[in-house]
């Protein structure tokens, strides 16, 4: 009898979903700091998106979306949301306490919830009561840091060599500037992309009110005092990297992204820069002091023909009175390819033969730095065999008089 009071007792004195919602679910709702989300979300998203003022709406409107696992409480998909930056290191410590207090309320409160009958039972709620972010799946995944990471890999930090090692944290020029202006200038760092990407987004080199007009855009175009001089033209392959990337950064941060349709294109192949330098010498006189894009093809021997896309292309002002062209190559390779995968250790051209077609800009990507040159602006393409050594004093030569027309 005794045994059979104490369990009533028990039981009496088990909180309702609704007392676990009040105490530790609410005030994550009413708080008015952001939660564990920004950790892996620079917008779109937050765990405040998911709740509702009362406790049934909430469970009512997460089991719908299919965020509740109603037979395993602890294997809700709510619950894995919030654990997603557990595993990152570094600066995700600062976040840990907070993301550990907001899974134990979650977990206590889900598991309250799937214990009672009616409320499992509950009917369905309207479309329009649902609790979600205001941003679809593809606005929210694009903001992530990872995907932003991503991006700037494939964008700034390929583009990187273009910048020669003036900028490279710990290279001998980079020592030299940096005794003499700071440290400020040695900002793609030694320890690679994400390094790199978290000193920008905490500099002063990214505007986001007006990105076309941030430092890392005026400076290497020598619109900002530039002691490297010019090292961009407006609409180059570095110029349009730099600024999609910081166009596309502001957008994120200042969540201007409301549908998919706003989002940027998918980039359809992976960059890769590199050491490996192409000069053109003898250059027609038409190039003088005009920007030419070259693109090289790889010759694919077993279709016995030129690839249908550019292994690596590399643009420049051709120096007009000394006839001569010359830049770093940045290759390319689709996603998940062998070469990509391969490139990610070490990109590298193989030695064989290789197609060199140039184009020339009359002045239109100055009128519209996005558009892209093409087969109005092709002047002629030239056949090299080269090992493409790595390195300043190794480059690759092709002679401009053999660049000719098919």
């Given at each position: 009898m005794f045994a059979v009071l104490l369990l009533g007792l028990v039981a009496e004195q088990a909180p309702t979903p609704e007392q676990v919602f009040e105490k530790r679910i609410g005030p994550i709702f009413k708080s008015p700091d952001p939660s564990s989300c920004v950790q892996c979300h620079l917008a779109a998203v937050d765990l405040k998106n998911y709740i509702r003022p009362s406790s049934r709406e909430t469970f009512l409107s997460l089991r719908d979306q299919g965020l509740i696992d109603l037979d395993t409480p602890e294997k809700s998909r709510i619950l894995a949301l919030i654990e997603m930056g557990k595993a990152e290191k570094g600066a995700a410590l600062i976040h840990q306490k907070n993301r550990t207090a907001e899974y134990e309320a979650f977990a206590a409160w889900v598991k309250a919830c799937c214990a009672d009958k009616d409320l499992r039972a509950a009917p369905k709620l309207k479309a329009d009561e649902l609790a979600k972010p205001p941003r679809p799946v593809a606005v929210i995944r694009h903001a992530r840091k990872d995907q932003l990471l991503e991006s700037f890999t494939n964008s700034v930090w390929a583009m990187r060599f273009r910048c020669m090692s003036c900028h490279t944290e710990g290279s001998a020029e980079n020592k030299k500037l940096a005794a003499e202006y700071g440290d400020r200038v040695a900002w793609f760092k030694a320890a690679g992309p994400e390094a790199t990407l978290k000193y920008l987004m905490e500099s002063k080199l990214i505007d986001t009110n007006a990105p076309e007009?941030?430092?890392?855009?005026?400076?290497?175009?020598?619109?900002?005092?530039?002691?490297?001089?010019?090292?961009?033209?407006?609409?180059?392959?570095?110029?349009?990297?730099?600024?999609?990337?910081?166009?596309?950064?502001?957008?994120?941060?200042?969540?201007?992204?409301?549908?998919?349709?706003?989002?940027p294109p998918k980039q359809t192949a992976r960059a890769f820069g590199t050491d490996i330098w192409l000069k053109v010498t003898n250059t027609p006189p038409a190039w003088a002091d005009k920007l030419v894009q070259v693109k090289v093809f790889a010759w694919d021997a077993t279709k016995k023909a030129w690839e249908a896309e550019p292994v690596a292309s590399t643009d420049r002002k051709v120096w007009g009175q000394g006839k001569l062209f010359q830049h770093s190559l940045t290759l390319f390779a689709a996603p998940g390819s062998a070469r990509a995968k391969a490139?990610?250790?070490?990109?590298?051209?193989?030695?064989?033969?290789?197609?060199?077609?140039?184009?020339?800009?009359?002045?239109?990507?100055?009128?519209?730095?996005?558009?892209?040159?093409?087969?109005?602006?092709?002047v002629g393409e030239a056949e090299v065999t080269s090992a493409w050594p790595a390195g300043y004093g190794k480059m690759t030569v092709v002679d401009g008089a053999k660049v000719k027309q098919p």
């Open positions: 007009k941030s430092l890392l855009l005026r400076k290497p175009l020598n619109d900002a005092k530039h002691e490297g001089g010019v090292k961009f033209l407006v609409g180059d392959e570095g110029y349009k990297a730099y600024r999609r990337f910081v166009e596309d950064y502001a957008k994120i941060v200042g969540d201007k992204y409301e549908t998919a349709a706003d989002l490139w990610t250790v070490k990109p590298e051209l193989p030695n064989g033969r290789y197609l060199v077609r140039a184009y020339l800009d009359d002045g239109k990507l100055a009128k519209d730095w996005n558009t892209e040159l093409g087969a109005a602006d092709f």
